[in-house]
């Protein structure tokens, strides 16, 4: 997200009456981390979908119906799984993985620290190891693009990679720690 709709975001948002506690995108290619950072302050709660949405996005129909018996009852939490299920269950069986997600949004902080921690340990990657890691990011899930790659499978790989030095490994692994966190 480019500052500028980030910004024009927030302040559509300050408008609002209600407490802001999860944030849904209704739209393709969403969840990718820096989109949930850039977001990150905005609800406690990040829903979105890393890959191209089949069909029509949410069932609106069934995406709220949680809170129909008890809405003051239903937490941050359990309104996002909410979504992600409804998600799921609308497009079950079609062509596409679901990657509709919920994410704690202060994690985020988290996964760019130690995304941050691994590129800092890979600038000194030797030839074979950047060999290594290229391998590693070509194996790896993509979303739409190939070079929309899935982030935790791609540092998992480099993590358990033998001809990869340990430091980064170990800096790939905490990637993949706060990523399972988040």
Same mark, same amino acid.
Request: charged share 25%.
């Given at each position: 997200l480019r500052p500028s709709s980030r910004s024009r975001l927030a302040s559509g948002l300050d408008v609002c009456l209600v407490?802001?506690?999860v944030l849904a995108f209704d739209a393709c290619l969403m969840a990718m981390t820096e989109v949930g950072y850039a977001v990150r302050s905005l609800s406690t709660t990040f829903v979105a979908a890393q890959e191209i949405v089949d069909g029509t996005?949410?069932?609106y129909a069934t995406?709220?119906?949680?809170?129909e018996s008890n809405p003051y009852s239903v937490t941050p939490q359990r309104? #996002?799984?909410g979504f992600v299920r409804s998600f799921s269950?609308?497009?079950l069986g079609s062509s596409?993985?679901?990657t509709h997600s919920a994410v704690n949004s202060a994690a985020y902080s988290s996964v760019v620290t130690a995304i941050a921690s691994f590129t800092a340990a890979a600038r000194g990657a030797t030839a074979t190891e950047r060999s290594a890691m290229s391998t590693a990011r070509? #194996?790896?899930?993509?979303?739409s693009k190939q070079y929309l790659r899935d982030l935790g499978g791609f540092m998992r790989r480099i993590a358990n990679h033998a001809a990869i030095s340990q430091n980064i490994r170990t800096a790939a692994l905490g990637v993949v720690n706060a990523v399972s966190q988040a």
């Open positions: 407490k802001r506690t996005g949410h069932d995406l709220f119906r949680l809170l309104l #996002a799984t269950d609308q497009y596409r993985a679901d070509n #194996a790896s899930a993509w979303y």
